[in-house]
């Protein structure tokens, strides 16, 4: 039996092809194989307020680190004094502590420290008005 410079032609085209095959066939498995990853998609409005959230974070954390009190905190800070009805100021005592006096009505330049749940009660208060602050400035 004699074989043809043609069969010989067939025979490598024909593994050229099965070859292309089994290689695309091995890449379909590795692909149907590997798990799905989970993916989150935030609306514009919530990246927003991401974002205003860390940024007044920030902020805070710099109030509390000593640095210079900035118009945010400062407009923050008056609006808190017109909910709470006084005039209200307020110190770091250390880096994580931030101490809410009011001032005396009776007695000018004379001021009055708050209670600690009212120091907590006013420093999350600020937070929040300082959050809404920056949320609205953002474009």
Do not use: C, H, W
Not at 33 to 51: C, F, G, N, Q, Y
Not at 67 to 75: F, S
Request: charged share 30%; no cysteine.
């Amino acid at each position: 039996m004699t074989i043809t410079n043609f069969q010989v032609q067939n025979i490598i085209k024909a593994y050229r092809v099965q070859s292309a095959v089994r290689s695309r066939l091995a890449r379909e498995k590795v692909t149907k194989s590997v798990i799905p990853r989970d993916e989150v998609t935030l609306s514009v409005e919530s990246k927003k307020r991401l974002l205003a959230e860390k940024i007044t974070q920030g902020v805070m954390q710099q109030i509390l680190r000593g640095a210079e009190r900035n118009e945010t905190i400062a407009q923050a800070l008056s609006r808190l004094s017109q909910e709470y009805g006084k005039d209200l100021s307020f110190e770091v005592e250390n880096e994580e502590t931030m101490v809410f006096s009011e001032a005396d009505i009776n007695s000018p330049g004379e001021t009055r420290l708050l209670s600690l749940e009212e120091n907590q009660e006013l420093k999350g208060r600020l937070f929040d008005i300082a959050k809404s602050m920056v949320y609205d400035n953002l474009i």
